[in-house]
Structure formats: structure tokens, C-alpha cells
């Protein structure tokens, strides 16, 4: 049988609680798949816990960020502040003795 056919044949099947075949299974194979649904609904849990503190950020971490953005725009500033005087630099020693090539000769 094609996989078309097998979820047609699935679809006619009605719902049948998993309860019912446990009884088929060793009693291992039965543990782990009770392991297997604790995992799952543990997981659920996680997931709807993170979507919940992901969609509403608490103050403490707005505080941080504020503190974080503060101390991100000072060394931006010192960055740049630090590039300009080394082209400050590089123009005022261009001007003063011409350029200084690698071998000495201007």
C-alpha cells in the first residue's frame, strides 16, 4: 500500500483511546511510553511557560537592557571618538614632514 492509501485507511479508523493497546505491549515498552507522554506534556508546559514570558519582557530585564543600551552608546561614542583621532593624527603627521613611504623616501 501506498502512504496515500495508509492515511485514507487511517482516516476511516475512528478514534480509538491509546489506553486500549497498552495491554499488547511489554510492560518496558508500556513504561516508556508513559515516559515518552510525561516528556511531551512536560515540554508543553515549557513551551507555553517561554511563550508567556517571552511575549510579556519583565522590568528586570527592560532594566538591564536600559543599562546595557547606556553603556553600548558610551563606547560607540569612545569608538568613534578614538578612529577620528587617529585620522587626526595621520593628517596632521601627512602635513608636517610629507608621507613617509616604507623605504625611507618621501
Partial sequence: M???QDNQDMSVVPAISSDVFLHLLSPVE?????????LS???NILSGELAKMASVPTPE?????RVLERKM?????LLKA???SIFLQQQLHDEE???ILADGSE
Fill in 2 to 4: 501506498s502512504a496515500i
Fill in 41 to 43: 506534556q512536560n515540554l
Fill in 73 to 77: 552608546a558610551i563606547v560607540f561614542t
Fill in 97 to 99: 614632514g610629507g608621507i
Fill in 30 to 38: 508500556q513504561d516508556l511510553l508513559k515516559e515518552y507522554k510525561l
Fill in 61 to 65: 530585564i527592560l532594566d538591564n537592557l
Fill in 82 to 84: 578614538s578612529v577620528y
